[in-house]
């Protein structure tokens, strides 16, 4: 019973570096999600796919990018870390409906010195 | 502009005692809205739903009541135990159109 895991659970990184985090279910939901959680602002969506291959924005779509070329993976990849970006990530998942009950990963906390 | 607002970041009350967390939506396009409960260190989790076609649904110690007029929207919880210390985000969505917004969430103290 894995349901949906994150790793890695924590990463230190420099500024300009490439960072991916990884999001893995075994569910087979369709819908996967990336939330960031940071004080004052609650979550906030980054990117969620719909399907292999179908990706969107969300809210804070900037300076990261995803990719689903499998249902059960979904990395997010921070191309150049900045400070800003210094947060707690969330993957989560769903079955068919978008606006159905999220399952959400144990969270990837990331610092960018 | 903020969707989903939750006033108050922090709430204590006494072990026992009723806790009432509260959510405001502005998109009167939001039909389905979700309570989810976080602990340090791990992920949200749900923990109960409404739909905008009820104005009360409850789950054990649990109640979510909407108010549409207002657009408004609460969490009861009865009796309440320290295990319920957690963050509590509130969540809107346009049901088959858009992802979950979340509020910035509410810390509950229960106190022993």
């Known amino acids: 019973d894995a349901g949906i895991t994150q790793s890695p659970r924590y990463k230190i990184t420099e500024t300009g570096r490439q960072v991916t985090l990884m999001c893995h279910q075994t569910?087979?939901?369709?819908?996967m999600f990336w939330y960031r959680q940071d004080l004052g602002h609650g979550l906030r969506l980054i990117y969620y796919s719909a399907a292999a291959d179908i990706t969107d924005k969300g809210e804070v779509p900037d300076g990261y990018v995803v990719s689903r070329s499998k249902t059960e993976n979904f990395p997010l990849t921070l191309e150049s870390a900045t400070r800003s970006q210094t947060s707690v990530y969330f993957c989560?998942?769903?079955?068919?409906?978008?606006?159905?009950?999220?399952?959400f990963g144990e969270g990837s906390r990331l610092t960018v010195l | 502009d903020q969707q989903v607002k939750q006033n108050s970041p922090s709430l204590s009350v006494q072990e026992g005692r009723i806790s009432i967390l509260n959510c405001d939506y502005t998109n009167s396009m939001f039909d389905y809205f979700l309570w989810y409960k976080k602990y340090p260190a791990e992920g949200p989790t749900f923990l109960i739903s409404i739909s905008s076609i009820k104005d009360k649904n409850e789950d054990g110690r649990f109640t979510v009541f909407l108010n549409k007029s207002a657009k408004h929207l609460s969490l009861h919880i009865v009796p309440s135990q320290p295990g319920d210390s957690a963050v509590y985000f509130c969540a809107a969505s346009q049901s088959g159109n858009t992802p979950l917004v979340f509020g910035k969430g509410t810390r509950l103290s229960v106190i022993a």
């Open positions: 569910w087979s939901h369709s819908y």
């Open positions: 989560a998942s769903t079955g068919e409906v978008v606006t159905g009950e999220l399952f």
